[in-house]
């Protein structure tokens, strides 16, 4: 008779092996004894298990050592477990259909009418997602809470309950993260970004949002409306009632729309243009410092225009930064721009999606 608890900790150890190959690609038997710390009986047993359950498959791979003798690779079979990943814009709806591993099995996009309204969003990406994938998760630009979107400059959503929309739409259960948690868990899982604990991804669309994970998860209370956070007291009237808000502040707006013109500009030596981005990258600095005082990160991604901006104006970013930001949080930052670019929140949303499912099998 087995022993008590020698079945579950099988069953995590075949998660853990599955979790290790989605990761980190195709390895051999040899590799996932050293990552696991596992012996290589176990692997054998739990490597034996998913061939049978068709989530791995062993293949001839690429040659190793001075003889050149090709080693057997382990790697996950795609179309085993499928993740549905949508990303709401304010003027299309984009799905992809990831499988284990992370490669995109499908792909479609359907366009949205301006000031589109929850639950027409919602049919849209019904339309495309149908009943595909075992978890189905939502990217959308704003500040969301537990499925809801809170508030949304981009798409004009107050206070929508997009999980119960897409659920309504769909007759399944939906994830929804905000696209700023979505790029940084992309970032995290599949780009530049997985040596940061704490990893602010900056979102800039027609809003400002951002996006905290810690160890590339998506942590509840860590989706932040940057946009709103007042740096100029008693300035600008911003959409959302308040004065001064950072959205308002840098005519967010504008820079969603052309940002390459005015870096363009810039770097052509027109005055003002210059002028507008050293401005904006100071009110951007000193929103980040009451961000980064309030969260701790040690990584910032710079993504959607924030990325041209900071790239035209990182010294005044760097030094509204420093002046409002204790020097032992700062002294560990790393600021930088994402490397998935369009992608990120996509592939944030699936990986989110895997994270689940992976957990499920523990
Ligand atoms: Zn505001």
């Given at each position: 008779m087995a022993r008590p608890g020698t079945e579950e900790l099988r069953r995590r150890n075949r998660a853990a092996l599955l979790e290790q190959l989605h990761r980190h690609g195709p390895q051999t038997r040899a590799e996932l004894t050293e990552a696991l710390g596992l012996n290589r009986s176990t692997i054998a047993t739990i490597a034996t298990d998913l061939a049978e359950s068709g989530h791995i498959q062993e293949t001839t791979g690429r040659s190793t050592g001075s003889a050149g003798r090709p080693s057997t690779l382990v790697e996950c079979v795609p179309k085993a477990e499928s993740v549905a990943a949508v990303e709401i814009r304010a003027d299309r709806v984009r799905f992809a259909l990831f499988g284990l591993?992370?490669?995109?099995l499908e792909r479609a996009e359907s366009p949205l009418l301006t000031g589109v309204e929850g639950p027409a969003a919602a049919e849209a990406a019904a339309a495309l997602v149908?009943?595909?994938?075992?978890e189905a998760v939502a990217a959308v630009p704003g500040l969301v809470d537990a499925g809801a979107v809170a508030h949304s400059t981009e798409l004009g959503?107050?206070?929508?309950?997009v999980a119960a929309d897409l659920a309504a739409a769909t007759s399944r259960e939906w994830r929804v993260v905000d696209t700023a948690t979505a790029a940084a868990v992309g970032e995290w899982s599949r780009g530049d970004?997985?040596?940061?604990t704490r990893l602010l991804y900056l979102h800039g669309g027609r809003g400002l949002t951002a996006g905290l994970v810690v160890e590339g998860r998506a942590q509840r209370?860590?989706?932040?409306?940057?946009?709103?956070?007042?740096?100029?007291?008693?300035?600008l009237a911003c959409a959302c009632g308040l004065r001064g808000c950072l959205e308002a502040e840098m005519e967010a707006f504008g820079y969603a729309e052309d940002i390459e013109s005015a870096t363009a500009a810039a770097g052509m030596g027109d005055a003002a243009a210059r002028d507008g981005l050293r401005r904006s990258g100071e009110d951007l600095g000193r929103a980040l410092g009451a961000v980064v005082t309030a969260t701790g990160p040690d990584e910032i991604l710079f993504g959607g225009w924030l990325r041209e901006l900071y790239l035209s104006a990182a010294a005044p970013v760097r030094s509204a930064l420093a002046e409002t930001t204790l020097p032992h949080l700062r002294s560990r930052l790393r600021l930088r721009t994402p490397v998935?670019?369009?992608e990120g929140p996509l592939i944030g949303a699936a990986e989110t999606g895997f994270a689940a499912l992976i957990d499920r099998m523990r």
């Open positions: 591993g992370g490669e995109v149908g009943g595909s994938g075992a959503w107050t206070g929508r309950d970004a997985h040596d940061a209370g860590g989706s932040i409306q940057l946009g709103h956070i007042v740096v100029e007291p008693g300035g998935l670019g369009e």
